[in-house]
């Protein structure tokens, strides 16, 4: 059933107001599946929840899920599976356990959630991550109070998962979910109220074969699975929704302006006129060193010559002596 609460969305776990001994959660940007049908154990009727592994292909390189898995740990040190919000069964009576601890621990609507984490928040304007409880952290209280065993939870990296609620609105959702200062930003960079020019490929919504293989987007439907995916999912090809601009951003081509003249062509280097005299020589003392030099050479040449006649002389003095 529909409830309208007043509190913040990212807190309905908590203040959903729930008279059953099970509930699920979901908000108005999903609906529910077509293929929906709880699993349960044989035998025990134990609810058999997906989780992904907390390692870091499929979770530590995504920032969000990262804190997310740091959060949980707060009530598992060692907790490492990731439960999303709308795959998890609640069970009522566990989650009012849950939620009056979490509150204990972050304050009635979250605000301490972070608080511990002040030099993080300096070095860095935000946070990413949740800003309220979450189904990780609902699974690892479970094990902290040993009530895991009510569940049974299976490897959706190894087994699959089928979502038991289908995101109709997603471009709403992600844009309700920006603050003023995102929004305003988003604005800014595109001019188009938030909106970019980039189509909703989710063939998920799809569920019948006649709507999936009837789609513009190219859709595949596979039989065995009775869902609807996207080509490159399944042969590895293209992306059916590439990310295109806006039309009316693109440049605007140039027809009515006035014609202009050919471009100047560049200048080649002048000849060189005075190589002897430089034209920075006005601001050394090049030619005065230059001319020192020559007289100088000039007058050791001269000591030369008369240092070879004294020589002649003396050889010829001493053949006349003999």
């Known amino acids: 059933r529909a409830q309208h609460l007043d509190n913040a969305d990212y807190m309905d776990m908590c203040e959903a107001d729930v ?35 907390a390692t870091y292909p499929f979770c530590f390189k995504f920032p969000y899920c990262k804190e997310t898995i740091g959060l949980s740990q707060r009530f598992n040190p060692e907790h490492a599976k990731v439960v999303l919000d709308f795959d998890m069964l609640y069970h009522t009576e566990t989650r009012n ?32 991550g949740p800003s309220g409880p979450t189904g990780t952290s609902y699974t690892a209280y479970l094990f902290q109070e040993g009530k895991d065993k009510m ?3 299976v490897d959706r990296s190894l087994y699959g998962a089928r979502a038991p609620f289908i995101k109709i609105f997603s471009k709403e959702e992600k844009l309700d979910g920006m603050s003023e200062e995102e929004l305003a930003q988003k604005m800014g960079d595109t001019g188009m109220m ?9 063939c998920f919504t799809f569920e019948t074969t006649h709507t999936c293989e009837g789609s513009p987007l190219g859709c595949i439907w596979r039989p065995l699975f009775e869902s609807c995916h996207p080509p490159e999912m399944i042969d590895e090809g293209t992306p059916i929704c590439p990310e295109t601009t806006a039309p009316t951003l693109s440049p605007t081509k140039s027809g009515y302006l006035l014609e202009t003249d050919p471009p100047t062509t560049p200048p080649t280097a002048s000849p060189v006129v005075n190589t002897t005299d430089p034209w920075y020589s006005t601001f050394f003392r090049i030619r005065e060193h230059e001319v020192a030099n020559a007289e100088e050479e000039e007058i050791v040449g001269d000591l030369l010559d008369d240092d070879d006649i004294g020589d002649e002389e003396f050889v010829l003095t001493s053949h006349e002596g003999i």
């Open 97 to 128: 356990a849950f939620c009056k601890q979490w509150k204990e621990m972050n304050g009635e609507e979250g605000e301490d959630l972070y608080t511990y984490q002040k030099n993080r928040i300096l070095r860095r304007k935000k946070i990413i």
């Open 151 to 153: 569940y049974k939870l």
């Open 19 to 53: 008279k059953t001994e099970w509930f699920m959660l979901t908000n108005s940007y999903h609906h529910v599946a077509n293929h929906v049908d709880l699993m349960f154990t044989p035998g025990k009727f134990l609810p058999v929840i997906p989780f992904t592994p």
């Open 194 to 202: 938030g909106m970019d020019n980039e189509t909703d490929c989710n």
